[in-house]
């Protein structure tokens, strides 16, 4: 008993959720990554699994009802044959080829069931819907999947996959400390991620890859591991890349060209959609996004994966190149691809462009060009709200309960079919003048006839359908009844109001202008409920001096010279009184801000 209590002095418990694993109090250890922040993350995946498990029921039950509906048909039309009371055998003949067609058709459809299914008649196929089984690509401390053995009663089994031999050491220990129910599921590898997936094709229901940075080199074996119909969960930290100046080095790793925009880090969602898209598309692939967000430091898209050859030859259509302007905030998307209809058959073609002149018609100035980025749908509507349904019926069961019902309610609201946003300050700041509250801009653009809405991805975010010459025309109305002062005749703002509006902008408040959770006072936008509260350093690196704005200066000092204690070495203290659970929400007042949008930026609450 000694033993054992010597060999767990250097060890604290970690719980989250169902879940408990064991780690080394000593931060200059450092041997096996663990970030406490990406409880985020962990909860988010859970929910977003528990809401795939109970879909895929629902398809597989709606799939064997088709069949079985299919399949009396043709015992019936079998039935009504020579020897029956009522029908001719050419009739019923007939009727036979028919409703064979129809079954076979529905075979068809749902090819993907199993592998077995696709080898044996489609009457014969197993009525049981086989358990899930999940692949962790990078498991790290293996919390992860713990979580998923431990809280997700259904599942077959979890693969937990790392290439480091400490990490998997250290998985190890913590399914075997989690007792039974972990040991009897996971199932840990010393291996490459890449090469396993890649020796597995189609075998995982999910694949889940969170690793730290990019994730670029996992994605071409990861679509192929997944099954028909399958999840694959991606997180990217490489947000430097996805959303930084260095444009070239984002096009090696995903194939797109980020610009520059508030907008950047829901472009950086986009592109990497799109940079699965494209790697699925060799292999006749294609992915369907039912939730992408982005949170604290990261990003994290999930998809689902299908196979059809008719189904890729679509995916120009789902890409586009964004024109951002340089001298304004305006933006516009260029599809690479559209339909073109002829004698009732339907052909791909490449789009037609440029959709903008060489200069900006608002202000004047030239375009740049990025992407292609993903400019379809981003989210599935009632997988958003399915999945908030049923973290709000398990709250106990979440331990970022707050944060992410924050998330899932936003993004519930968002218009789903309207890429990118802007942000109202900036395009005040174009002109110079005081901002409107979001209210009064929300009502101007409805008053207008167009759709308006918030966006998860920054608290001043707006997307709507608008064109920017309305945008502009509101923005022109809301200078008359609030002047600025003279600019220099050769800025951006004098150029945007020396055109007189050809819309008369409406500012009485329209019912829709507030959400149903804004007019609740839901909170959607929660402070970061500790300091440092971020990326944390990669396992087996040595802490230095450099990496002070992740652990703090403190901590850092003293690990450098030797002194760190136990109670010490806790890298997060509370920043304010403020938890999770508290804070103020970000909303909208009716009143105009009094401060100008360059000196109003400074102190602005942002998405933690």
């Given at each position: 008993m000694e033993d054992v209590e010597n060999k767990l002095k250097d060890y604290e418990i970690v719980r989250e959720g169902e879940a408990e694993i064991i780690i080394n109090k000593k931060i200059a250890a450092n041997e096996v990554f663990y970030n406490p922040v990406q409880v985020h993350n962990r909860d988010m995946s859970v929910a977003l699994l528990r809401t795939f498990i109970a879909k895929r029921e629902e398809e597989h039950k709606a799939m064997m009802d088709k069949r079985d509906k299919a399949h009396n048909k043709v015992s019936q039309s079998k039935s009504s044959g020579p020897n029956g009371e009522n029908g001719s055998t050419g009739q019923h003949d007939e009727m036979d080829v028919d409703a064979e067609k129809e079954t076979n058709k529905v075979a068809d459809e749902t090819e993907d069931l199993s592998t077995e299914a696709t080898k044996t008649p489609s009457r014969k196929v197993a009525r049981e819907l086989k358990a899930p089984v999940v692949l962790e690509a990078l498991a790290a401390s293996g919390l992860r999947s713990i979580r998923y053995a431990r809280e997700i009663d259904v599942l077959e089994k979890v693969v937990a996959l790392d290439i480091d031999k400490a990490c998997i050491e250290a998985c190890k220990r913590n399914i075997k400390f989690n007792g039974a129910s972990a040991m009897s599921k996971i199932e840990p590898h010393l291996t490459d991620a890449r090469v396993y997936m890649l020796t597995h094709p189609k075998e995982f229901d999910v694949v889940d890859i969170d690793p730290y940075g990019a994730p670029s080199i996992f994605l071409d074996s990861a679509v192929?591991?997944?099954?028909?119909?399958?999840?694959?969960?991606?997180?990217?930290?490489?947000?430097?890349?996805?959303?930084?100046?260095?444009?070239?080095?984002?096009?090696?790793?995903?194939?797109?060209?980020?610009?520059?925009?508030?907008?950047?880090?829901?472009?950086?969602?986009?592109?990497?959609?799109?940079?699965?898209?494209?790697?699925?598309?060799?292999?006749?692939?294609?992915?369907?996004?039912?939730?992408?967000?982005?949170?604290?430091?990261?990003?994290?898209?999930?998809?689902?994966?299908?196979?059809?050859?008719?189904?890729?030859?679509?995916?120009?259509?789902?890409?586009?190149?964004?024109?951002?302007?340089?001298?304004?905030?305006?933006?516009?998307?260029?599809?690479?691809?559209?339909?073109?209809?002829?004698?009732?058959?339907?052909?791909?073609?490449?789009?037609?462009?440029?959709?903008?002149?060489?200069?900006?018609?608002?202000?004047?100035?030239?375009?740049?060009?990025?992407?292609?980025?993903?400019?379809?749908?981003?989210?599935?509507?009632?997988?958003?709200?399915?999945?908030?349904?049923?973290?709000?019926?398990?709250?106990?069961?979440?331990?970022?309960?707050?944060?992410?019902?924050?998330?899932?309610?936003?993004?519930?609201?968002?218009?789903?079919?309207?890429?990118?946003?802007?942000?109202?300050?900036?395009?005040?700041?174009?002109?110079?003048?005081?901002?409107?509250?979001?209210?009064?801009?929300?009502?101007?653009?409805?008053?207008?006839?167009?759709?308006?809405?918030?966006?998860?991805?920054?608290?001043?975010?707006?997307?709507?359908?608008?064109?920017?010459?309305?945008?502009?025309?509101?923005?022109?109305?809301?200078?008359?009844?609030?002047?600025?002062?003279?600019?220099?005749?050769?800025?951006?703002?004098?150029?945007?109001?020396?055109?007189?509006?050809?819309?008369?902008?409406?500012?009485?408040?329209?019912?829709?202008?507030?959400?149903?959770?804004?007019?609740?006072?839901?909170?959607?936008?929660?402070?970061?409920?500790?300091?440092?509260?971020?990326?944390?350093?990669?396992?087996?690196?040595?802490?230095?001096?450099?990496?002070?704005?992740?652990?703090?200066?403190?901590?850092?000092?003293?690990?450098?010279?030797?002194?760190?204690?136990?109670?010490?070495?806790?890298?997060?203290e509370p920043n304010n009184p403020t938890t999770e659970t508290g804070g103020d929400a970000t909303n909208e007042e009716d009143e105009p801000s009094t401060k100008r949008q360059k000196n109003g930026d400074v102190g602005l609450a942002t998405e933690p």
């Open positions: 192929q591991a997944v099954a028909d119909g399958g999840l694959l969960m991606c997180t990217a930290t490489d947000m430097a890349v996805l959303c930084g100046p260095n444009g070239e080095v984002c096009h090696s790793k995903y194939g797109s060209y980020p610009t520059k925009g508030k907008y950047n880090h829901e472009m950086a969602l986009r592109i990497l959609l799109a940079s699965i898209e494209s790697h699925a598309n060799r292999y006749k692939r294609y992915i369907v996004p039912v939730l992408s967000v982005s949170m604290d430091f990261y990003i994290r898209v999930f998809v689902r994966v299908f196979t059809s050859a008719n189904e890729v030859k679509k995916t120009p259509q789902k890409l586009s190149y964004v024109y951002q302007c340089v001298g304004c905030d305006s933006f516009h998307l260029q599809c690479l691809g559209r339909t073109v209809t002829k004698n009732n058959s339907v052909k791909n073609a490449p789009a037609i462009g440029p959709v903008v002149p060489q200069e900006c018609s608002a202000c004047g100035k030239k375009f740049t060009i990025g992407g292609p980025i993903w400019s379809a749908p981003i989210h599935d509507q009632e997988w958003v709200v399915s999945t908030l349904t049923e973290v709000k019926s398990m709250k106990d069961r979440y331990p970022a309960y707050d944060k992410i019902t924050s998330v899932l309610t936003t993004i519930s609201e968002e218009l789903h079919d309207i890429p990118l946003f802007f942000s109202l300050h900036n395009i005040c700041a174009n002109v110079k003048c005081t901002s409107p509250s979001a209210v009064l801009f929300r009502s101007a653009v409805l008053n207008a006839g167009y759709r308006i809405s918030s966006t998860h991805v920054n608290p001043l975010g707006l997307k709507t359908d608008a064109p920017w010459d309305v945008i502009w025309d509101i923005m022109r109305c809301w200078v008359k009844n609030h002047p600025v002062k003279e600019q220099p005749h050769d800025s951006v703002g004098t150029a945007i109001l020396s055109k007189s509006p050809k819309l008369e902008a409406n500012f009485s408040r329209a019912a829709a202008a507030l959400s149903r959770a804004q007019a609740k006072k839901v909170k959607r936008f929660l402070p970061n409920p500790e300091r440092h509260w971020g990326p944390k350093i990669r396992a087996g690196r040595k802490i230095t001096s450099k990496h002070a704005s992740l652990l703090g200066p403190d901590v850092v000092n003293r690990v450098i010279n030797g002194a760190a204690s136990t109670e010490d070495e806790k890298v997060a």
